[in-house]
């Protein structure tokens, strides 16, 4: 009996340490819903895989949300068919980026004929490779930054003048447009005495065109992923806005990124940002 005793004691306070152990663990990320209750990465894929289009809003030099960027489309692959698309590529790039896909292109050609972005390399490439090796269209996404920067100089009315070559490479005009939408309030917001009132036009515009793209070509009964800055799809407005403008009955799945100093729980400033948001710890190494 005493012989018993002990080995209840030992197996007890072998729990207890494996407890505390695995308490002690660190993490990087948290993942929560749009409430703040914490959720398991196999929940929110086993959500997302239901979905047309998933909007997955990152941090361009988040190293985490890279990571699951990929995790996520290798994950929801498994389960779909998939098209890819991606806010980091402008629309007239297309042509390269079908040539590389198709092994017409090698990784210096695309870099030369393509204008990718700085961290391209480590950021984006794995997200292209993958979709090259498993034969998975990607869709640049993003209207030419040229054509921003002119709304942003003198609003929609400078696109009019555009030939039509250059028009397809953009959301029809004329483009639908909100000033009253929760993003670009707050762009102005936070702009201050730096603001214009062409500053979330030009942001609209490319929400637009990303909206365009992923509706011209979504695949029916496939599941369209697309990698976008997060405040182009938080507070499901931005590109999600304009793809229910068009199509109200679609179903479409966002993730966000945030940061915070303590994962454990998330900011209130941060609940209702997407259905699922990756909570990042502050410490976390940038890409750039």
Not at 3 to 11: A, E, P, V
Not at 132 to 153: E, G, H, S
Not at 212 to 220: A, G, K, R, S, V
Not at 225 to 253: C, E, M, R, T, V
Request: charge should be positive.
């Amino acid at each position: 009996m005493k012989k018993f005793l002990y080995t209840l004691l030992f197996l007890a306070a072998g729990f207890v340490a494996s407890t505390e152990s695995l308490a002690q663990q660190k993490s990087p990320y948290t993942l929560f819903d749009a409430n703040g209750k914490k959720v398991s990465y196999t929940k929110m894929i086993r959500k997302l895989k239901t979905q047309d289009i998933v909007l997955f809003g990152e941090y361009h030099n988040n190293a985490i949300a890279h990571w699951l960027q990929l995790a996520v489309t290798k994950d929801l692959h498994a389960e779909r068919q998939m098209v890819l698309g991606a806010e980091m590529f402008e629309t007239d790039n297309q042509e390269p980026l079908n040539q590389y896909l198709a092994g017409k292109l090698s990784a210096k050609g695309l870099d030369s004929n393509a204008r990718l972005w700085k961290n391209y390399p480590t950021d984006y490439a794995p997200l292209v490779n993958y979709a090259k090796a498993n034969a998975i269209p990607f869709i640049a996404t993003n209207i030419p930054r040229r054509y921003a920067a002119l709304v942003n100089k003198g609003g929609f009315t400078k696109l009019d003048s555009l030939s039509a070559v250059e028009k397809k490479w953009m959301a029809p005009l004329p483009m639908a447009y909100d000033a009253n939408l929760p993003g670009y309030v707050n762009m102005m917001k936070m702009m201050g005495v730096h603001a214009t009132e062409n500053m979330p036009k030009a942001q609209a515009s490319k929400d637009a065109t990303m909206a365009h793209f992923i509706l011209q070509n979504h695949t029916p009964g496939a599941l369209f992923l697309h990698y976008n800055g997060a405040y182009h799809s938080d507070n499901f407005d931005g590109i999600n806005w304009y793809l229910k403008q068009q199509k109200p009955n679609l179903k479409i799945g966002t993730i966000s990124t945030v940061s915070q100093a303590n994962i454990k729980s998330l900011l209130a400033e941060n609940k209702g940002k997407a259905d699922f948001i990756i909570c990042v710890d502050t410490d976390m190494t940038n890409t750039y």
